[in-house]
C-alpha cells in the first residue's frame, strides 16, 4: 500500500483564510482625532503657536499650554476628569497559497507600508481607517508557498503617516519619496 500527501492550487493564489480581531487600547486623549474639536478653541497653526484651551481644561502647573486632563466638575458630561480614552483597532490575518515567486517577494519586501485596503483578502473590513503590514511569514512547500499576512489598523478616524510609512508596493521604505519640509520654523529640508 502507498500512501502521498499531494498539495497543489486550483487558482493561484487560493482564496484567503481571513480571520480578525478587534481591540481598543488606552491612549492619551490628546491623540484622539477630534482633541482639538472638544478641547481648543482654537488649536495651534502656522501663524498663532499658543495654545487657546477651552476654560475646562486642566494643564500642567496651569501653565496654560500643557493639557493634564479635563477639569472633574466644570468640564462637559463624557470629559470630566478625562486624560485617557479606548482607542479602537482591529488586526487582520490574511493567509493563502501561492506558486508565484513574485507575490512572495512583493509581502516579504513591502513590511512597513500601508492600505487602503488589504490585498488578497476576500472578507469584510472595519471602515475609518487603513492598515499597516507589520508580520509576515512565509512556509515552504516544494514550489507552493504560503503568506500568511498580518495587518494593523490605524486608530479609526485615522490613517499611517505618510511621512513616515510608504504606500503598499514600494518596498517598505520608509518616508516620502520627495522632499518634505517640516514647517516654517525648520530651515533644512530632508528627503527620506
Known amino acids: 500500500m502507498v500512501t502521498a500527501n499531494y498539495i497543489g492550487l486550483v487558482q493561484d493564489p487560493t482564496l484567503a483564510e481571513m480571520e480578525l480581531?478587534?481591540?481598543t487600547s488606552s491612549q492619551n486623549v490628546q491623540l484622539h482625532p477630534a482633541f482639538t474639536e472638544f478641547a481648543m478653541a482654537k488649536a495651534p497653526d502656522a501663524t498663532n503657536s499658543n495654545f487657546d484651551f477651552f476654560p475646562y481644561v486642566n494643564t500642567v502647573n496651569d501653565n496654560g499650554k500643557d493639557f493634564e486632563r479635563f477639569d472633574a466638575i466644570t468640564a462637559p458630561d463624557g470629559l470630566r476628569g478625562v486624560s485617557d480614552y479606548f482607542a479602537p483597532r482591529a488586526t487582520v490575518r490574511v493567509s493563502f497559497?501561492?506558486?508565484?515567486?513574485?507575490?512572495?517577494?512583493?509581502?516579504?519586501?513591502?513590511?512597513?507600508?500601508?492600505?487602503?485596503?488589504?490585498?488578497?483578502?476576500?472578507?469584510?473590513?472595519?471602515?475609518?481607517?487603513d492598515f499597516l503590514l507589520t508580520n509576515v511569514s512565509l512556509s515552504v512547500y516544494g514550489t507552493i508557498y504560503k503568506i500568511s499576512a498580518e495587518w494593523t489598523q490605524a486608530e479609526q478616524g485615522s490613517?499611517?503617516?505618510?511621512?513616515?510609512?510608504?504606500?503598499?508596493?514600494?518596498?517598505?521604505?520608509?518616508?516620502?519619496?520627495?522632499?518634505?519640509?517640516?514647517?516654517?520654523?525648520?530651515?533644512?529640508?530632508?528627503?527620506?
Not at 163 to 192: C, D, H, I, M, Q
Request: hydrophobic share 25%.
Open 159 to 192: 490613517n499611517w503617516s505618510r511621512v513616515l510609512y510608504r504606500g503598499w508596493g514600494s518596498g517598505g521604505r520608509a518616508g516620502p519619496t520627495k522632499k518634505y519640509s517640516l514647517g516654517p520654523n525648520f530651515t533644512t529640508k530632508y528627503e527620506f
Open 21 to 23: 480581531s478587534a481591540s
Open 97 to 129: 497559497y501561492t506558486a508565484n515567486r513574485g507575490t512572495v517577494t512583493k509581502y516579504l519586501s513591502n513590511v512597513g507600508t500601508y492600505a487602503t485596503s488589504i490585498p488578497n483578502s476576500n472578507g469584510p473590513l472595519p471602515d475609518g481607517a
